[in-house]
Structure formats: structure tokens, C-alpha cells
């Protein structure tokens, strides 16, 4: 309390009390009653009754501290928001190391996988929850497909071998050999059955149309017919001329 004052019936001043040190003001008159409530100070006046009879007024204006009050509880939200959002900062930051940590290496592996070509790298494994097994199931995959990649390797590598054989047989070999991948349209003509023939490598090219060209005129329809039916079976026969002799060398498919 900073001030207060009684007053009597007529609303004249009677007795009253001031803070020195505070900056408050006394009504030199009583006024009806009322109620102030300001930012700093709040004000009553009420009138005092006794026996049912007004005697008098009294008046109070007192300090309540609202306003310093307030901005201290501004301050303590302001510092509990401050803090609430730094620890969310950096339970979020960690919380994304440890879900995004893994997905990253994840990626860095395929990267590695697609600009090496190699197989034999692995993600690590660090959680045992669903990015552990996203992890776990990255790691198969590479897994089957290396096997995958070793066994087209060593398929390739024995398909390769086998022609390199085929080819040193069909060199070596005293009876000319000739293949006709239908499905390609390719073929193929040992050395040896060009020489039979008296042809070099130029002017008998690994073409189907090389042996239909020489082929002598009677057996050229029996063949492409022969050839056309394309049945188990069938065993067609055709005489070649020579062009080199212009002999005719007959040729019987095992």
C-alpha cells in the first residue's frame, strides 16, 4: 500500500497516508464508489457504513506489480521456449544422423557398385530396426548378384574356351566344316572347306548366300527346299563347282 485517506459523511478529508518515496495522490474529496486497476497501482474507494448508515469513505491505492510480475513470466517463457526448441534441435539432428546415417551409405554403395562394377562391397549394418533390415536386404541383393555376375563370367569364359577349341578343331580338322546359325543369320566356313573348294577367305565370305552361289544349278532348288522344310530328317545333298577347276565336289552334311 502506497496511499489511503478516510473521509467523512460530507466526503471531506479526514485523515490520510502517503508513501514518501512512492509517486501517489490522495483525492482532497471522497468520491463515489469505484474500482481502478491500473498497469502499476490499483485504487478502491468504498464507502464505510455502520448500522445500516453511511459514516464515512475510505481510499487505498496500493503497488500490485503486475506489469514487472508479467514480464517475468515473459522472460521464464521466453527461456523455457529457447531451451525446448534447442533440445528439439538437437534430438532432431541426431534422430536424422540416425535414420538418414544408414540410407546414405546405402546410396554411397550403389554408387560404388554402379561406377566399379564390383560386387564385393557391403553396407554396414548399425540398427537393429527397419533400417537394419532395409540394410540387410541391400546387402543380399548384392550378394545374389554377384553370384549372378560370377556365374555369367565363368559361362562367358567357357563359352569362350569352347569356341577358341572349335575353332583350332575346325583348323585342324581335314573335312570341311561349315555352321549356319539360322536364328543369327549368320555363318561359318572352316578353312579347310574353302580350300576344298579352291576359294580363298575374301572371295568366300561367312555369308548362307556364299554356298548357294557356287552350288551347282541342279541341286540349288533341292537344297533351299531341303532347307526351308527344315526337318530332322532331312539330309540335303549338293554338288559345288570348283571355281578355281570348275569341278564339281559333292557336299553330304553329318
Known sequence: MIAAAL???EGRLFASFRVEDEDARVPERATPTRLDFGLETATVMRSVVSNREQIGTV??????????????????????????????????NRLQKSLTGPIREVSDVARMVLERGSFDVRATKRTQDEVGQLVDAFNAMLDELGNRARVLQEANRALSDSEAR????????????????????????????????GYTGKEF?????????????????NVVEALRAHRPTTRPTGRVPAAREGRAVALVPR
Open 59 to 92: 481510499y487505498v491505492q496500493s503497488r500490485h506489480g503486475l506489469l514487472g510480475e508479467m514480464a517475468e513470466y515473459a522472460g521464464w517463457l521466453a527461456a523455457v521456449t529457447l531451451a525446448s526448441l534447442f533440445g528439439a534441435l538437437l534430438l532432431a
Open 7 to 9: 473521509y467523512d459523511v
Open 166 to 197: 572349335y575353332q583350332l578343331a575346325a583348323r585342324g580338322s581335314s573335312a570341311g566344316l561349315w555352321d549356319w546359325d539360322m536364328a543369327a543369320g549368320t555363318m561359318f566356313y572352316s578353312p579347310r572347306l574353302k580350300a576344298l573348294l
Open 205 to 221: 565370305p561367312d555369308k548362307p548366300s556364299s554356298l548357294t552361289r557356287v552350288m551347282h544349278p541342279d541341286d540349288r532348288r
